[in-house]
């Protein structure tokens, strides 16, 4: 497994065992909620972090698919949603959605928040947007775009 945690995965994993202030200054390029994640799982399955990793970014690839199939389905169809869910899994970025990396994290939230905006569900929609943001830097961009949706 553990060819899923090479590069960057393996300061995920150094966060999620040892937290931030064991590690120098460059640990703080990484947002917090994927390593707490990956450590809270990783504690239940008696230090195999590697392994809770994967599980965190698979499950989180599948509910990102499951909701971006919803959303895209009401805009273009059900064939439509049907593609847009193959694309971005055929997508050769997606490996690293798979990997021990917070990008399929960072997609659920994201793709959750615009469903719930689309719903009219501007708190949680919210509280997504701020999870994500708590994932990667990139979470704030999430933030007019919810605001355009509600206005």
Request: glycine share 8%; proline share 4%; aromatic share 12%.
């Amino acid at each position: 497994m553990d060819v899923w945690a090479r590069w960057d995965s393996v300061w995920f994993l150094r966060i999620a065992e040892h937290g931030y202030g064991s590690l120098e200054g460059a640990a703080a390029a990484f947002y917090p909620l994927y390593p707490a994640t990956v450590g809270l799982l990783g504690r239940v399955l008696l230090g195999h972090y590697v392994l809770a990793g994967i599980v965190i970014s698979l499950a989180a690839t599948l509910a990102a698919f499951v909701l971006l199939h919803d959303l895209a389905e009401t805009k273009l169809g059900a064939e439509g949603a049907r593609r847009t869910v193959l694309y971005l899994a055929l997508f050769p970025m997606a490996l690293f959605l798979q990997a021990v990396y917070s990008e399929a994290l960072f997609l659920l939230l994201s793709v959750g928040a615009f469903v719930l905006a689309e719903r009219r569900r501007f708190l949680p929609a919210g509280l997504a947007a701020g999870l994500a943001l708590l994932t990667r830097p990139v979470g704030v961009a999430l933030l007019p775009a919810l605001a355009l949706i509600a206005w």
